[in-house]
């Protein structure tokens, strides 16, 4: 079992950026797929972007261009660069692992490990 926590969440200015890092233990992810989320209030958890454990990427319409997923497999660790906020990117950011490696998926359900999640605020 894979323990996730991410970090780097706050309180940001539109058109500020933030840096989030979800640090895995208790086994290595490299060879999982990662993903984010995110969750705002009264709205279901989507997905943001992912990566394979190759390193391809992929990132929502929405966020593409202004996001970017990576990950440091001798660290453990995935992060999103998150530029260009804007009030609506507001919401408790989530990392999760799957097992299916080598495809990024955007259910919910195909990730196997998710962390507790971080908030990130936006003002305008």
């Known amino acids: 079992q894979v323990q996730l926590v991410e970090s780097g969440g706050g309180l940001v200015q539109a058109g500020g950026s933030l840096r989030l890092s979800c640090a895995a233990s208790?086994?290595?992810?490299?060879?999982?797929?990662m993903g984010w989320f995110r969750q705002a209030p009264g709205k279901e958890r989507e997905f943001v972007a992912g990566i394979t454990r190759c390193g391809s990427t992929y990132h929502v319409e929405s966020v593409k261009d202004r996001f970017i997923i990576s990950r440091d497999n001798a660290k453990n660790t995935v992060y999103i660069q998150m530029n260009s906020l804007k009030p609506e990117d507001a919401a408790i950011y989530y990392c999760?692992?799957?097992?299916?490696?080598?495809?990024?998926?955007?259910?919910?359900?195909?990730?196997?490990?998710w962390g507790q999640g971080t908030q990130v605020t936006v003002s305008s």
């Open positions: 208790g086994r290595s992810i490299s060879t999982s797929a």
């Open positions: 999760a692992a799957d097992r299916s490696g080598n495809s990024i998926r955007s259910h919910v359900a195909a990730y196997d490990n």
